[in-house]
């Protein structure tokens, strides 16, 4: 069974601090995803890499895919009330089938 | 991307009862998925809907109790049969493009039962 755990389960910071999420298996996944869902919606894909060692950047959020594959980490600098949210990684060994999804970072961003 | 949409948003039901979910996209796509999730936390996929295929469940689901149906390639439902409260919980479709690994999601059903 492949897992994907993430860490911290649960993070509450305030506004301007930055922070990091990490996710982690033992598993190689071809292609790993970040997704943030907000009260009452659906997640909402962030990134996608593919590469070991990619680093991608979306505005404040910085995404790293490990070397080995196995593992990702999403920084925000500067987090702001508008981050709030449960974020999600998810991994998939193929494009033909489901994704592993983890099992989420609860962040709450205080004004 | 794709638009997906779920009716309905929200529902109280009674006990023993069953609900149909609909999932609308607004393009033709393979696979598509149905996730549980409790509040705040992660998704637990409830089974694969391809459609031309039966679909397929995951471990502790079972089709009498969520019974699926795949009519199209922009269509679904899923069915929560002979509810208890512990079917309370947030349901989304989700749909994954042939060649990417990205899922889109919609939604979701926000389920209670009393």
């Known amino acids: 069974t492949q897992l994907l755990e993430q860490s911290p389960q649960f993070l509450s910071i305030q506004e301007g601090e930055n922070l990091t999420v990490y996710c982690n298996s033992s598993s190689v996944f071809s292609s790993l995803q970040w997704y943030r869902q907000e009260p009452g919606e659906g997640p909402v894909l962030l990134v996608t890499v593919v590469t070991g060692g990619e680093v991608k950047k979306l505005k404040r959020l910085t995404f790293q895919f490990g070397d080995a594959r196995k593992d990702s980490s999403l920084h925000i600098t500067a987090a702001q009330p508008g981050d709030t949210g449960l974020y999600l990684c998810a991994g998939a060994q193929t494009n033909a089938g489901k994704s592993t999804f983890g099992d989420g970072t609860t962040l709450t961003v205080k004004p | 991307s794709a638009v997906i949409s779920q009716k309905p948003s929200r529902d109280i039901c009674q006990r023993g009862t069953s609900l149909t979910i609909q999932c609308q996209v607004d393009?033709?796509?393979?696979?598509m998925f149905w996730y549980r999730q409790q509040p705040g936390q992660s998704l637990t996929l409830i089974a694969t809907?391809?459609?031309?295929?039966?679909?397929?469940?995951e471990s502790g689901f079972v089709i009498d109790k969520f019974p699926i149906s795949r009519p199209n390639l922009t269509f679904s439902t899923l069915t929560v049969s002979n509810m208890s409260p512990e079917d309370s919980s947030i349901y989304l479709c989700?749909?994954?493009?042939?060649?990417?690994?990205?899922?889109?999601f919609g939604p979701g059903t926000r389920l209670t039962v009393t």
């Open positions: 989700s749909i994954k493009r042939t060649g990417h690994y990205e899922q889109y």
């Open positions: 809907a391809n459609q031309g295929s039966e679909a397929t469940y």
């Open positions: 393009s033709q796509v393979t696979m």
